[in-house]
C-alpha cells in the first residue's frame, strides 16, 4: 500500500512521468498476485497505466515489463506477453524484472527446465531476491525435485520468516514429499492470506474429515481470486468435477493462478481427464 501511494504522489507531481506509471501497474500487479486486490479492477487498473507507461516513454523498458505482465494477467495473452518483455530485453538486456516474468512465462506454456534455468541465472545475479527464491522453490516443486525446493524455500525462510507464502510453498513440498504433520505445521504458521489455501489440503492428508471441511468452507467463503487455488484443493482430494468447475471459473473471473495450470502437481487427478487437455489447448498452454 505505501509503494502504491508513493507512485501516486509522484503522478500528482508528475502526471507524464512514465517510471511512475510503470511503477503503478507493477504494484496493482503484485496486489492481484497475493490476493490483496479485487482481481478485476486491480488488473484493469494496471493494464491501463502499463499502457501509459509506454506511450509517455517508448524506451522505458519497466513500462513494457509491466504491460507484458498485464498482458498475461488480464487475457492470458501469452504470445503479447512475451513480445513485450522481449522487447523489454532489446531496450535494456539486464533487465532484472524482464527475465523474471519470462522466467514464469516460460513455466506456463514451455520448458520446467528452460524455467527453472532461467531463475537460477537470475539468482546468481540477485541471490538475495527473495520473491525469485521462492519462485525458483516453486519450480523445482514443479519439476519434482523435491530436495532442492525445500532446500530453496528454506532459505527464504532463514532470511525472513514471515515472508508471504513463504511456510505455504513448504508446506506443499512436504506434502508431496509424504511429511504431513511436518506440511501442517508449515500451512499453520503461514501468517498471510495464503494459511486458508493451505490448511485444506494438510488435514485432508491427516484424515481431519471435521477440520477439512471447515478449513475448505472457510475458503470458499474468501474463494475471491482464489478460485485456481479452490480447483487445486477439490483435484488434490478427488473431487474432480468440482476441480473442472473451478478452474472454468478461475478462467471465467481472470484468477491469475491459471498460469500456474500446466504441470501442478496437486492437479494430478485431473490429468487423465480429457477436460485437462483441452483446458490447455483453451488457454494456448502446450502439453
Known sequence: MRANECFQKALQL???YAPAWAGAAQVALRQVANGYAPVADTIARAETAAKKAV????NYADGFVALGNSRAMSSFDWNGAREALEHALQLDPSNSHAQFSLAHLTLVTDSTDDSLRRFQQLLQRDPLNLLQRRYTARV?????RLAEAEVAIGLVLQV???FPAAHYELGRILLAHGQVPQAVREFESEKSSWTL??????YYAQGRTSDANAALQKMLDNSAGSEFQVAETYAYIGNVDQAFAWLDRAVALRDPGIQWLRGDPLLRNLTGDPR???LLRRLNMHL
Open 160 to 162: 525472513n520468516p514471515s
Open 140 to 144: 523445482l516443486y514443479y519439476a519434482g
Open 55 to 58: 506511450q509517455l516513454d517508448p
Open 197 to 202: 489455501l493451505g490448511l485444506p489440503l494438510g
Open 276 to 278: 485437462y487437455a483441452a
Open 14 to 16: 508528475e502526471p507524464g
